[in-house]
């Protein structure tokens, strides 16, 4: 049967992306990765796929005049790819109206912050700062506003006194590297259906709580 495919954007370590793959080895796991595609041709997450025999796309921001061009350079070079998910993991560009509504539905980012809280970067500074009690990671669906669309899951982890950026970094990485391939899997085995003002988990629309526990 075919695989539900799915292209990974990135543009730094991707220690996210190395998740999603681990996680694709198992014969069981309903997604596999067609496409890493990155913004910045220097990154480390580029050599993992290619250590991984997953075919790459590199389009440099700079040698574009503007966010519109990027653009449409990388939807051209989309058409080319037969994929189901784009998943913004650790994708640092942000993507254009255009570009968003071509893949209405169809694109999720991982976000390090229980969304709506702390939109945005520095989001384990802002924890420390306003002395949070809990912090996680959240997977919505993309719409054109920043890290604005709707929730799809989430995960969480008490703050400790002692916690500080280092640690929150590692806790929340720990925790985002089950969660996006959860999703992932969730979302190729239809358990997950995205709809724009509606995503549904397991038939149903009224979640309570999209929390995911491991
Ligand atoms: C992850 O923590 C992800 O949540 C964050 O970038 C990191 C990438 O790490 N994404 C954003 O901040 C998006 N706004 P990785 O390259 O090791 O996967």
Redo the contacts with the bound molecule.
């Keep these: 049967m075919k695989k539900f495919k799915i292209a990974v954007f990135?543009?730094?370590?991707?220690?996210?992306?190395?998740?999603l793959i681990d996680v694709s080895k198992n014969l069981d796991c309903p997604y596999e990765i067609e496409l890493v595609f990155s913004n910045n041709p220097n990154?480390?997450?580029l050599k993992r796929a290619s250590q991984n025999n997953i075919p790459t796309l590199t389009l440099d921001h700079k040698n574009f005049k503007n966010r519109q061009e990027f653009d449409l350079s990388l939807s051209n070079n989309l058409k080319k790819i037969d994929f189901d998910l784009i998943v913004?993991?650790?994708?640092?560009r942000i993507l254009g109206r255009e570009f968003i509504k071509t893949y209405e539905n169809k694109i999720i980012?991982?976000?390090?912050s229980l969304l709506p809280k702390y939109p945005?970067?520095n989001?384990h500074e802002k924890v420390l700062e306003n002395k949070d009690k809990f912090h996680g990671?959240t997977v919505h669906l993309v719409d054109e506003g920043l890290?604005t669309g709707k929730i799809i899951g989430f995960s969480k982890f008490k703050v400790e006194d002692n916690d500080n950026y280092d640690s929150l970094?590692a806790k929340?990485?720990e925790i985002?590297h089950k969660l996006l391939p959860q999703i992932c899997s969730l979302i190729a085995s239809k358990k997950i259906v995205l709809h724009k003002e509606n995503i549904l988990i397991n038939g149903k629309s009224d979640q309570k709580s999209k929390e995911i526990i491991f």
């Design positions: 990135v543009s730094g370590n991707g220690s996210n992306l190395q998740a990154v480390y997450a913004l993991a650790g994708f640092m980012n991982l976000h390090p945005g970067l989001t990671a890290d970094l929340t990485h985002e």
